[in-house]
């Protein structure tokens, strides 16, 4: 290579380098709610720009809004930030805003209405640049349903007297049949979707010859089939208790509705010691008789050893069956017999008692 040659090589060299070397700026870096619609992508150094809150968004602070590209390629700090305009909740919806007064620009509020109601207006609203909503609260108007049709062999009997020509979401009624038929379902609706049930049809329904119930009779009634909304009457035996309606009811099902319970007395399950059965202190031997009847309480006296003192905890009986606490001792027929002022029951109660056992339940009186 000749010495013209490569000066000249090492002259564009040298040129390009110069030119090169020259820096720029890219495009300003922004944080939310500044304006970047009118920034470009590059910019030489010494250029300037007014940083803007796009619409829709303030100042939060006192802003030194002018940045410069720097001979480094980077930008001055500025000191802008931007805060969103804020749109006020409308106070009925409060509420279901969770307490918030207020929501920034760009919210949306979703509005949906309950079944059997219709949304009139708009599902949702927007908060807009100007500090308004972009809809109004729509309303929620509940479903109109049609009068319902009466059965071809029946009535209709409405829960609430009804006013005008329609009915509304919620309302509901009872259909009925000459007797002695029965409607194959009995109660009717005003529903979400604005129909109402389809009238049923009137059949002729029987209930079997009805049975009795253990430790209970049928009193005042015909032993044979009965017909829809016939009626039959329980009672339980001496000492039981009837748990349930003390009638049945012939159904439309052809069943008959659910039959009463009779729930057997309880034994005080001890030999010796005292008790607190209704109202009063009673030692074992003088319960003549020894019965307690189905829900009723019962307290034995147990010792508390560390407070050498009494305390009484209640059970329940429950269909014959009369748990005894887990703290009850029985005394001894010595001390049952000779020195009775020594049992917990006589001795002085407790001012706390102590923790009952799990399915107790500790008394004071």
């Not at 049975?211 to 044979?224: D, L, Y």
Request: glycine share 8%; net charge positive; proline share 10%.
């Amino acid at each position: 290579m000749s010495p013209a040659l490569a000066l000249l090589l090492l002259s564009q060299v040298a040129l390009y380098t110069t030119v090169t070397s020259v820096k720029v700026c890219g495009r300003p870096p922004t944080t939310d709610g500044i304006d970047s619609s009118t920034l470009k992508r590059v910019y030489e150094v010494g250029e300037e720009v007014t940083l803007t809150c796009e619409q829709g968004y303030l100042p939060s602070r006192t802003p030194s809004a002018r940045i410069t590209c720097t001979a480094t390629g980077e930008w001055t700090q500025a000191n802008l930030a931007c805060s969103p305009k804020m749109c006020q909740i409308p106070r009925p919806l409060q509420p279901f805003a969770k307490g918030r007064t207020e929501a920034p620009f760009k919210s949306v509020l979703n509005f949906t209405c309950d079944d059997g109601y219709v949304l009139i207006g708009s599902n949702e609203s927007r908060c807009l640049h100007d500090n308004t909503w972009s809809h109004p609260p729509p309303l929620c108007k509940a479903v109109n349903c049609p009068l319902p049709k009466p059965p071809s062999d029946g009535r209709i009997v409405h829960d609430k007297p009804l006013t005008g020509t329609a009915t509304k979401y919620g309302q509901a009624w009872t259909y009925e049949c000459h007797p002695p038929k029965a409607p194959s379902y009995e109660r009717g609706f005003c529903m979400a979707n604005g129909s109402v049930t389809e009238p049923p049809v009137c059949r002729d329904v029987s209930c079997p010859v009805p049975t009795n119930i253990p430790n209970g009779i049928i009193t005042f009634a015909v032993m044979r089939q009965h017909g829809y909304k016939e009626k039959v009457r329980y009672a339980c035996n001496e000492h039981y208790v009837l748990e349930g309606r003390d009638e049945i009811q012939c159904q439309n099902t052809g069943n008959w509705s659910s039959k009463p319970v009779c729930r057997a007395p309880c034994t005080v399950g001890i030999k010796r010691g005292r008790i607190f059965y209704n109202g009063k202190k009673i030692w074992i031997g003088d319960l003549k008789p020894n019965r307690v009847l189905h829900g009723e309480h019962v307290a034995l006296y147990c010792l508390n050893k560390t407070g050498k003192c009494g305390y009484p905890v209640a059970t329940t009986c429950n269909d014959g069956n009369l748990p005894i606490p887990g703290c009850f001792e029985e005394p001894g027929r010595m001390d049952y017999n000779l020195r009775p002022k020594t049992l917990p029951s006589e001795i002085t109660m407790c001012a706390s008692p102590p923790t009952s056992s799990p399915g107790n339940v500790t008394i004071t009186r």
